[in-house]
């Protein structure tokens, strides 16, 4: 499904509440080249490092397209809000660590409730979503997954992408037996040995799933309907400082000559993630085609997290926010910046 040009929507995000062109030319300007290159200055960057969505971020660093100092560690969002608190983070956060962070949009919106001060600033991946089922449970199209057990891990966005997709049929998640799975090497069994019919969960777990039951595998894709949105994340402290900005600039421009290099030689940041991510470089590779590498901060963003955040205020009893409110979580800056300066 072609994508509109992000530039277009910016004026949009803008007048919604996100970073201005002053903001952007203020903080660049104030930073110099010295700065930015300042050894002292460490960019920590948390992100659950079992996930191929990370790929672009582990190129950036660890082939050096970064030149500067970086540090990529498990962990996600809450990360930038505990990172050097009791011991927490892998390493101490001193006035020069410049905290970075990733998860999927599912995730900012739960967290940023209590953290209204997380920004989003570029869209690292896409994950594209699908739902395994098995045909011997007598499943054909999505309607027939009524009444039937389907594994998801929940609170994520493979149960919101479960409820979009039951939505196209006209079903909702109390139409099926919800069965909590709480990592991705449960789905290796989930449809062979624990009485499931469907699941749906992020790479390399559908991918599990349906090799274990063979011809016996029907998909539902999620094009059109839902696809993770892989965002990177900082806080509006951070982007406030303006050498941290301009450290923060220059590590998204490297991102995304990273990502071009990645999207023109795949073979060769296979052997990388399956590294980073502990999985064998045959499952990755099988698995890559599930998801897309586009460096650029997704033009439909605002309009996914403010349909979506009314699906996570049900869940966790909140009222859902505006659209007005959500706008102010994303900061075009550092992306707009990156994009002008290509």
Known sequence: ????????????????????????????ATASAQAIADPSYTVQIYGNTSTIELAPVLATVERDFFKGQAVISNGGIPNLFS??????????KTAKTVLLATNAET?????????????????????LYRIV???????????????????????????????KMLGTAGLSLDDVKIVPLASLEKYK??????????????EPGADYAAASIGADAIEFS??????????????????ADPVKHAVILQF?????????ELNTTPQAMVPLAARRTGLPEQVVAHAWPHHEFSADLAPDLLDVMTE????????????????EQLALLIDASVYLTAKIGR
Do not use: C
């Open 222 to 239: 999620g094009k059109g309907v839902y696809r993770e949105i892989f965002n990177l994340y900082t806080t509006a402290a951070e982007l």
């Open 252 to 260: 998204v421009k490297d991102l995304k000559i990273a990502t071009k």
């Open 308 to 323: 979506e955040d009314q699906w996570v205020a049900r869940e966790t009893g909140r009222p859902p926010r505006t659209r």
């Open 83 to 92: 990172a050097g608190k009791d011991g927490a983070g892998s390493s101490a």
């Open 107 to 127: 995730q900012a919106l739960r967290q940023s409730v209590d953290h209204p001060d997380l920004r989003v600033i570029f869209t690292v991946s896409e994950g």
């Open 1 to 28: 499904m072609p994508k509109p040009d992000f530039t277009k929507n910016a004026a949009k995000l803008l007048m919604a509440g996100a970073a201005t062109l002053l903001l952007w030319s203020t903080t660049v």
């Open 133 to 163: 089922a098995k045909r011997s449970a007598g499943i054909r199209k999505l309607a027939d997954l009524k009444g039937k057990k389907v594994g998801t891990i929940p609170n994520t966005s493979s149960q919101y992408f479960l409820h």
């Open 189 to 202: 069994t989930a449809l062979t040995e624990q009485g499931l019919d469907a699941i749906t969960v992020w």
